[in-house]
Nanobody, 121 residues
Framework: QLQLVESGGGWVQPGGSLRLDCAAS????????MGWFRQAPGKEREFVAT???????YFANSVEGRFSIARDDAKSTLYLRILEAKLEDTAVYYC???????????????WGQGTQVTVSA
């Protein structure tokens, strides 16, 4: 069973940058399509970005051009780099693994515990 552990969350100023890591264990990381989701206080969880087995990426409109996603299969690690952070990026960020390329959370079978990102001046 794949286990995912996020790290790297914290506080960042508007316009600043932050990198989130997601370390996988207990399975073959390279077999999974990976994604990042986030949930802000009082809001539903939403899709942020996904990367397929070949490295193709897809982003939510709200973060495209400001976020990047990458994977290192040799290290079984997924990354999300937040650039030009905005106040509305404040949320708990989750990494997740799926067996299909999808923006829908119900396609993802494995989830991390989440890491808090707070954007404030």
């Amino acid at each position: 069973q794949l286990q995912l552990v996020e790290s790297g969350g914290g506080w960042v100023q508007p316009g600043g940058s932050l990198r989130l890591d997601c370390a996988a264990s207990g399975g073959t990381f390279s077999d999974y399509y990976m994604g990042w989701f986030r949930q802000a206080p009082g809001k539903e969880r939403e899709f942020v970005a996904t990367i397929n087995l070949s490295g193709d990426q897809y982003f939510a409109n709200s973060v495209e051009g400001r976020f990047s996603i990458a994977r290192d299969d040799a290290k079984s690690t997924l990354y999300l780099r937040i650039l030009e952070a905005k106040l509305e990026d404040t949320a708990v960020y989750y990494c997740a693994a799926a067996t299909t390329y999808s923006v829908f959370d119900y396609h993802y079978s494995y989830w991390g515990q989440g890491t808090q990102v707070t954007v404030s001046a």
